[in-house]
């Protein structure tokens, strides 16, 4: 029962909120980007880091199209007293929606492409579903702070792992 009334609180706390008037013009954001590896992937590659660059377009007022490319590099766990890093460049499309004034959910789904040759880099299929704050510091600007789960599947195996964004909002 606690539980219920709990649910029914939240929901009636975003059904009146209201919807930060930044998503009703397109945005452009660059980002910095974080990578922890879970898993078997976790097991190989110790951290990822990277950078994107964001297109977001408002298709209602709380509801905004995404498109978002960048780099990602991983790096492996030292073996032996070696360690090596491998490169992609993921390019997602998505939608993201706007709970009360600054808090969002999203979803991505893509392709990642890996920067290294040879056998067993390949094209990735991505899914990452995430949340976020993205908070005013001007009128056309604000500073966003995302954190997702992402995973890349290939050849029969899906490596996931925890990402963070930190990024700038330019209003278009």
């Given amino acids: 029962m606690k539980k219920l ?3 029914t609180a939240v929901a009636g706390l975003f059904a009146f909120s209201s919807v930060n ?3 009703k013009t397109p945005k452009l ?3 910095a980007e974080f990578g922890f ?3 078997d992937f976790g097991d190989v590659f110790n951290f990822g880091y990277g950078g994107s660059l964001q297109y ?7 509801l905004l199209l995404t498109g978002s490319a960048g780099y990602t590099e991983f790096t492996t766990k030292k073996v032996a007293g070696l360690s090596y890093s491998t490169g992609s460049i993921p390019v997602k ?15 991505e789904l893509g392709a990642a492409f890996s ?7 390949s094209t990735a299929f991505v899914y990452a579903p995430g949340i976020g704050i993205d908070y005013p510091v001007s009128d056309k600007g604000s500073v966003e702070l995302g954190a997702r789960y992402e995973a890349w599947s290939a050849n029969s195996t899906t490596n996931g792992f925890i990402g963070l964004r930190l990024a700038y909002n330019f209003g278009l």
Avoid: D, K, W
Wanted: hydrophobic letters at 35%.
């Fill in 93 to 107: 499309a998505g939608a993201r929606y706007y709970f009360g004034e600054n808090f969002f959910a999203g979803a």
């Fill in 56 to 62: 977001q377009h408002p298709v209602a007022p709380s």
């Fill in 37 to 39: 590896p879970m898993g």
């Fill in 21 to 23: 008037a930044q998503t």
């Fill in 115 to 121: 920067t290294e040759s040879g056998e067993g880099n």
């Fill in 5 to 7: 009334l709990l649910l």
């Fill in 29 to 31: 954001s660059i980002g």
